[in-house]
């Protein structure tokens, strides 16, 4: 039987390539206009980081993670995420030290192990920007509006930006009394996961995807409900900003995200079908929590596989560049060192340009630059290498033109004009 690709994995083949690429190089301007600059970590990490970072009692932390042992018998995890490894990236190389705040952006794979549906892989795609040094709410506003700009500037829409805020720790230990006193009476009727984060993080019940713990949460106390004074500010502060700079927005406060590490605002922005496409918010403790020092957070993942998927949706063509724009077939062995000569020469001057590789005959030669999408062509046989000249064909009228071997300008002049 043929090996195929683990569930969950898809290959990116070279006919969608250029949609990956274009994405990726809108982010990358869009992030040097925000002084964002790149950061790269490891695929894997020590499996710790993410028990820390993440949360032990999070979906992802005691259910999806990739965790193996090495042969040095240390525990590793491919990571299903991209924000602990840049806060451990940031700690570890000093970059507090550096002008504050450090804005960073990575793409990076994640490894999920989750159940398979519409738009959930085990190994997905993130855009990821993670803002560290500034306490601020305009801040928030500035990564979210980053964020609105992607799908703006793509032509997506219906796109929703709903907002909350998670308040702090001391917000939190208030509304965790409160979800515990809701919950008292159905402690039974939870799944074993849920029973056992009631008495360590009783937050997590709230995203479990157990059906009947969803029904068993309806109707439980909302955290908003407990934000203390400063987060309450931090939050209405958010939200100016947000109308200063035109961002429309929705208050949701349901939402609570499902990793551990998030204070104060997170976000999640979703397609016109309820489909999440992005999520993020403010990490106030995390970067301490990781062994580093007291520095505030703030950042966003958004899902390449989902991007493109709406794009497909909306009906957005992302514009594709030519894939050849030459191609010099050859009649005879002669004609072929001549073709070699001319494609090498015309590389050199930045044209697209190939030749034929595969004993056949012209007609064939013609097919195959015609698949390749080959804007013009140029056959070469005894004739042409007599006269040291040949007649190059547009492809999509059937115009030639004629030129002149030893003048390869000629020939860049026409291919650049079309
Ligand atoms: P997250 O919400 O878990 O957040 O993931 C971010 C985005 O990745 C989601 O909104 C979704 O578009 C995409 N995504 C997540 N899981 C899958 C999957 N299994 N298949 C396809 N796409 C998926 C984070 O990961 C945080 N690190 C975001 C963050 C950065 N918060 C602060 N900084």
């Given at each position: 039987m043929?090996i195929?690709?683990p569930?969950?994995?898809k290959?990116?083949?070279?006919e969608n390539?250029?949609?990956?690429?274009?994405?990726?190089n809108?982010?990358?301007k869009?992030?040097?206009?925000?002084?964002c600059t790149?950061?790269?970590?490891?695929?894997?990490e020590n499996t710790e980081?993410?028990?820390r970072g993440?949360?032990e009692?999070?979906?992802?932390?005691?259910?999806?993670?990739?965790t193996?042992?090495?042969?040095?018998?240390?525990?590793i995890t491919?990571?299903?995420?991209?924000?602990?490894?840049a806060?451990?990236a940031?700690?570890?190389?000093g970059?507090?030290?550096d002008a504050?705040?450090?804005?960073?952006?990575?793409?990076?794979p994640?490894?999920r192990y989750e159940?398979?549906q519409?738009g959930?892989?085990r190994?997905?795609?993130q855009?990821?920007?993670?803002?560290c040094?500034?306490?601020e709410?305009?801040?928030?506003a500035?990564?979210?509006?980053l964020v609105m700009?992607?799908?703006?500037e793509l032509?997506?829409?219906?796109?929703?930006?709903?907002?909350?805020s998670?308040g702090?720790p001391?917000?939190?230990?208030?509304?965790?009394?409160a979800?515990k006193?809701?919950?008292a009476?159905?402690h039974?009727?939870?799944?074993e996961?849920?029973?056992?984060?009631?008495?360590?993080?009783?937050?997590?019940?709230l995203?479990?995807k157990?059906?009947?713990c969803?029904?068993?949460?309806k109707?439980?106390?909302i955290?908003?409900?407990?934000i203390?004074e400063?987060?309450a500010t931090?939050f209405?502060?958010?939200?100016?900003?947000?109308?200063v700079t035109?961002?429309?927005?929705?208050?949701?406060?349901?939402?609570?995200?499902g990793l551990d590490?998030?204070?104060k605002?997170v976000f999640?922005?979703?397609?016109?079908n309820g489909?999440?496409?992005?999520?993020?918010?403010?990490?106030?403790?995390?970067?301490?929590?990781?062994g580093g020092p007291d520095?505030?957070a703030m950042?966003?993942g958004?899902?390449?596989?989902?991007?493109l998927m709406s794009?497909e949706?909306?009906?957005?063509?992302?514009?594709m560049?030519?894939?050849?724009?030459l191609?010099?077939?050859s009649?005879?062995?002669?004609?072929?060192y001549?073709?070699?000569?001319?494609v090498k020469?015309l590389?050199?001057?930045?044209i697209k340009?190939e030749?034929?590789?595969?004993?056949?005959?012209?007609?064939?030669?013609?097919?195959y630059?015609n698949?390749?999408?080959?804007?013009f062509?140029i056959?070469?046989?005894?004739?042409?290498?007599?006269?040291?000249?040949?007649?190059?064909k547009r492809?999509?009228d059937?115009?030639?033109?004629?030129?002149?071997l030893?003048e390869?300008e000629?020939?860049?002049?026409?291919?650049?004009?079309a």
């Amino acid at each position: 039987m043929n090996i195929q690709a683990p569930k969950g994995t898809k290959d990116i083949l070279p006919e969608n390539i250029y949609k990956w690429q274009y994405v990726e190089n809108l982010f990358r301007k869009l992030c040097s206009v925000y002084g964002c600059t790149e950061i790269r970590t490891p695929m894997f990490e020590n499996t710790e980081l993410f028990k820390r970072g993440v949360g032990e009692t999070t979906d992802v932390v005691q259910k999806e993670m990739y965790t193996f042992e090495d042969k040095g018998g240390r525990s590793i995890t491919l990571k299903p995420e991209g924000t602990s490894p840049a806060v451990r990236a940031f700690i570890e190389n000093g970059l507090f030290n550096d002008a504050q705040p450090t804005k960073l952006y990575y793409f990076t794979p994640c490894f999920r192990y989750e159940k398979m549906q519409k738009g959930r892989y085990r190994e997905h795609h993130q855009f990821g920007i993670e803002v560290c040094g500034s306490k601020e709410a305009s801040i928030d506003a500035e990564v979210i509006s980053l964020v609105m700009r992607v799908y703006k500037e793509l032509g997506i829409e219906g796109v929703q930006l709903k907002i909350n805020s998670m308040g702090c720790p001391n917000c939190r230990k208030k509304y965790n009394k409160a979800l515990k006193e809701f919950l008292a009476d159905k402690h039974e009727q939870l799944c074993e996961t849920c029973k056992s984060r009631f008495e360590k993080n009783p937050l997590r019940i709230l995203d479990c995807k157990v059906n009947s713990c969803k029904v068993i949460v309806k109707g439980a106390p909302i955290i908003s409900d407990y934000i203390c004074e400063e987060c309450a500010t931090h939050f209405e502060s958010l939200k100016k900003y947000l109308n200063v700079t035109d961002i429309d927005f929705e208050v949701d406060p349901l939402i609570v995200r499902g990793l551990d590490y998030y204070t104060k605002t997170v976000f999640e922005v979703l397609d016109k079908n309820g489909l999440a496409l992005c999520g993020g918010g403010r990490y106030d403790n995390l970067i301490k929590e990781i062994g580093g020092p007291d520095v505030p957070a703030m950042g966003f993942g958004m899902g390449i596989e989902r991007l493109l998927m709406s794009l497909e949706e909306n009906g957005i063509e992302i514009p594709m560049e030519p894939y050849m724009e030459l191609y010099v077939g050859s009649m005879h062995e002669e004609s072929k060192y001549e073709a070699i000569k001319i494609v090498k020469n015309l590389r050199e001057k930045g044209i697209k340009c190939e030749c034929n590789h595969i004993e056949r005959s012209v007609k064939a030669q013609m097919k195959y630059a015609n698949k390749i999408g080959s804007y013009f062509t140029i056959i070469l046989g005894e004739d042409e290498i007599q006269s040291r000249t040949a007649k190059i064909k547009r492809m999509s009228d059937g115009e030639q033109f004629e030129i002149n071997l030893d003048e390869l300008e000629e020939i860049v002049n026409i291919v650049n004009k079309a």
